[in-house]
């Protein structure tokens, strides 16, 4: 399969009066076309910033970012909007991702008729296939956002994001401000979607159990690095680096004999602003050494399999 | 919910549509004037019932100075000395002043003076308030930090003095009064839409807006401001009532409108002399001068409720 994201050393730091924050640090990695790449990590991992400096939503301080093997990180005014076509982005809190004095479908609307690629009359009936599509009752046209629940509002903002038939979505923690109940409906709708209209997505959550049901591939991140990055299934059944391991440890269990042990980590998540180098999970890591004072490296320690760890041989034995 | 009734109509054949993957029917669903954004915003303020009452009192002061001619009983401009400061009776319903004038005459046709001049003067300062802000908080940077500093400039000036300079300037005037009263305002409206754009721009729609490709304008004029209008409808309808205050200020230092001009606040400032003997001269004024301002604070609040569609039932 093509590739239709790769990423090259990317990097964004915001500046800040005590230094710069680093809060996407040296990402590589590609999305293959028509999969999911699960984004996992703590909140404050800089998760969200590298999906939206992918989209362009943050210029990227360094490092390249490739759409299908054109290279996007510098873009002219018009390419930019042909690429606000084909790359878009699913909010986490449909409450503020709706512009509250926008009905429904002024926010579906609008853009199609920014593009001028379609007429009034088609644009109505994209309209309304857009909403059916996402499972909005057509008497909720004129409503505002307030007047609907945050499940319904998420469907708003997925058929905002549908209208301009994108190829790549970011999808920012899209459930992880709804009810559990409404969680499973959406990440369904999602999964129809991606197969109807053969979509590539980029999901990014902190919750596991999400990431497990839908991701293809999955990638850690720990304070702006990935530290690990392979398929999903190898990943819940192999976790090989001792950041992803604490973090699968987390997942609650409804399974009474699972005698699964809790790792606890000690410490807090040290600053992003100005790092020191080496191993950033060093000062929570229980096996950390002097080793991990120097700079880690991502490699592939099985087939597909890459690690950022300079003890994952003597660990993992 | 008006629409609900239309909605409900076509609902049948909406969903007989949907399976034919077209809508003909779509052009014929005429949305009729009562979907309209204007009259659910009539609905909501019609239910604040003191909000309605405000409302009514201004429109009846309105009016009142419209055919200020037809309803004044005397020539406001009428001298005479020989019923100077009288109580108020029957022939002159608020009394008479020092010179004898009828008070209610004078009061009516005041109200085109002292209504007007509150309601320019404030425009003018909101308006240039939106434009300073909507500068600021649109391209950051050294423009906002120059236009804030303005601000702080202006508003370290205690504002009755302002107004002194800046009518010094323009003149002694209506519209050189009215001028005079807006320029304090402007960078109070300048900080207030600057901070609620800082607050509405770190929303998500905005970054969705970005993700949609929308121009920088439009983010601004389409997602940014509309969602900033309540505080500042607020700020608008309070400041007409200080305009008032002010503008009866100016023209009591000797500033501002002059006699014989009836403006509320010259009245006041004329009748202070006789508040031992005549307390009416500053009364009546000085009542509808709080009527006026006390209406246009409820119609702000009501406004400020109508306005914002969370609030809709």
């Given at each position: 399969m093509a590739k239709l994201i790769e990423l090259k050393h990317l990097k964004k730091y915001f500046p800040t009066s005590k230094g710069a924050?680093?809060?996407?640090?040296d990402v590589t990695f590609d999305i293959e076309e028509g999969t999911t790449m699960g984004v996992v990590g703590?909140?404050?991992?800089g998760k969200s910033t590298l999906g939206r400096t992918i989209i362009h939503l943050h210029e990227s301080t360094d490092g390249q970012i490739f759409y299908r093997g054109k290279d996007i990180t510098q873009v002219s005014k018009s390419e930019m909007s042909e690429l606000r076509h084909k790359m878009q982005i699913i909010f986490q809190d449909p409450n503020s991702s709706l512009?509250?004095?926008?009905t429904v479908e002024d926010t579906i609307r609008e853009p199609m008729k920014l593009s001028k690629r379609f007429s009034r009359a088609e644009i109505d009936d994209r309209v309304n296939e857009l909403m059916h599509r996402v499972g909005i009752?057509?008497?909720?046209?004129?409503?505002?956002?307030?007047?609907?629940d945050g499940g319904r509002r998420q469907r708003v903002g997925i058929a905002r994001a549908l209208a301009m038939d994108p190829?790549?979505?970011?999808?920012?923690?899209?459930?992880?401000?709804?009810?559990v109940s409404i969680q499973a409906q959406i990440l369904n709708l999602l999964q129809d979607l991606q197969r109807d209209h053969h979509l590539t997505y980029m999901f990014v959550t902190h919750d596991m159990s999400v990431v497990r049901h839908l991701s293809d591939n999955i990638c850690v991140m720990y304070l702006g690095q990935v530290v690990e990055i392979c398929e999903a299934k190898e990943i819940f059944r192999r976790p090989l680096h001792p950041y992803t391991q604490v973090l699968l440890s987390?997942?609650?269990?409804?399974?009474?004999?699972?005698?699964r042990e809790r790792i606890i980590t000690k410490g807090e998540l040290s600053s992003p602003i100005n790092p020191k180098p080496g191993c950033r999970f060093a000062a929570r890591?229980?096996?950390?050494?002097?080793?991990?004072?120097q700079p880690q490296q991502l490699a592939?320690?099985?087939?597909?399999h890459h690690v950022a760890c300079c003890r994952i041989h003597e660990l993992n034995q | 919910m008006p629409e609900l009734n239309v909605q409900a109509e076509t609902q049948e054949r909406d969903r007989h549509s949907h399976h034919h993957g077209h809508d003909h029917h779509e052009k014929a669903v005429k949305r009729s004037w009562k979907d309209s954004n204007f009259y659910g915003v009539m609905q909501r303020f019609a239910k604040n019932k003191v909000s309605v009452v405000g409302l009514i009192i201004i429109i009846l002061l309105v009016l009142t100075a419209i055919f200020a001619e037809q309803i004044a009983?005397?020539?406001?401009r009428r001298i005479d000395p020989a019923h100077?400061?009288?109580?108020?009776?029957?022939?002159?319903w608020f009394g008479t002043d020092a010179q004898g004038r009828d008070i209610f005459s004078r009061i009516v046709f005041g109200a085109r003076y002292s209504l007007s001049i509150g309601v320019i003067a404030s425009l003018v300062g909101t308006l240039l308030g939106i434009l300073f802000g909507a500068l600021a908080g649109f391209f950051g940077g050294w423009v906002e930090t120059v236009i804030l500093r303005i601000c702080d400039i202006i508003q370290s000036i205690p504002n009755i003095l302002l107004c002194i300079c800046v009518s010094q300037v323009f003149g002694s005037g209506f519209f050189a009064t009215a001028m005079a009263l807006s320029v304090y305002s402007i960078p109070g409206t300048t900080r207030l839409l600057r901070a609620t754009m800082m607050s509405v721009r770190e929303q998500e729609f905005v970054e969705a807006a970005k993700a949609i490709d929308c121009s920088p304008m439009r983010i601004m004029f389409k997602h940014i401001l509309p969602n900033c209008m309540a505080p500042l409808i607020v700020s608008f309808s309070m400041a007409i009532g200080m305009k008032i205050m002010s503008s009866a200020g100016l023209s009591f230092l000797g500033l501002g409108i002059q006699e014989p001009i009836p403006e509320w606040g010259a009245m006041i400032s004329a009748g202070r002399r006789y508040l031992?003997?005549?307390?009416h001269l500053v009364i009546f004024p000085g009542l509808f001068v709080a009527l006026v301002v006390l209406s246009f604070n409820l119609v702000g609040d009501g406004l400020r409720d109508a306005l914002d569609p969370k609030l809709r039932k």
């Open positions: 924050l680093h809060a996407v640090d703590e909140s404050g991992c512009n509250p004095r926008m009752d057509r008497r909720m046209r004129q409503a505002y956002p307030h007047e609907l190829e790549f979505i970011v999808c920012d923690e899209p459930v992880s401000a709804l009810d987390a997942i609650p269990s409804t399974d009474l004999n699972d005698q890591c229980a096996y950390a050494c002097e080793k991990c004072m592939e320690v099985e087939p597909g | 009983p005397y020539n406001y100077a400061n009288q109580l108020p009776s029957a022939a002159h031992r003997v005549a307390p």
